[in-house]
């Protein structure tokens, strides 16, 4: 299984920004798919999720109405577009599947929004 994050770096408050995880090793179509961030000297929270079939999706409260994950299982890609970006959403964003009882993660990008 190898999850390979993408598309970080630094916004403005107010700001976009479109994260992609690539993904491999797995039959990716069959599974969920999850967004989750960890800030500075904080646990690692889920911030959104994806069913297999990618019309079901659930997000985090202080990311709703902002935030939108999706995915292409024909390129075995899943994305976290962000919107309206704020100061509290700067964090290491990690992609993550969960195969049976083991958790799998990428590497994890930096976002990092400020002025």
């Known amino acids: 299984v190898q999850l390979v994050e993408s598309g970080g770096g630094l916004a403005r408050p107010g700001g976009s920004m479109t994260l992609s995880c690539a993904a491999s090793g797995f039959a990716f179509s069959a599974y969920q798919m999850s967004w989750y961030r960890q800030a500075p000297g904080k646990e690692r929270d889920l911030v959104a999720l994806?069913?297999?079939?990618?019309?079901?999706?659930t997000y985090e409260d202080s990311v709703k109405g902002r935030f939108t994950i999706s995915r292409d299982n024909a390129k075995n890609t899943v994305y976290l577009q962000m919107n309206n970006l704020k100061p509290e959403d700067t964090a290491v964003y990690y992609c993550?599947?969960?195969?049976?009882?083991?958790?799998?993660w990428g590497q994890g990008t930096q976002v990092t929004v400020s002025s």
């Open positions: 993550a599947v969960r195969i049976r009882y083991s958790y799998y």
């Open positions: 994806i069913y297999s079939a990618g019309g079901t999706t």
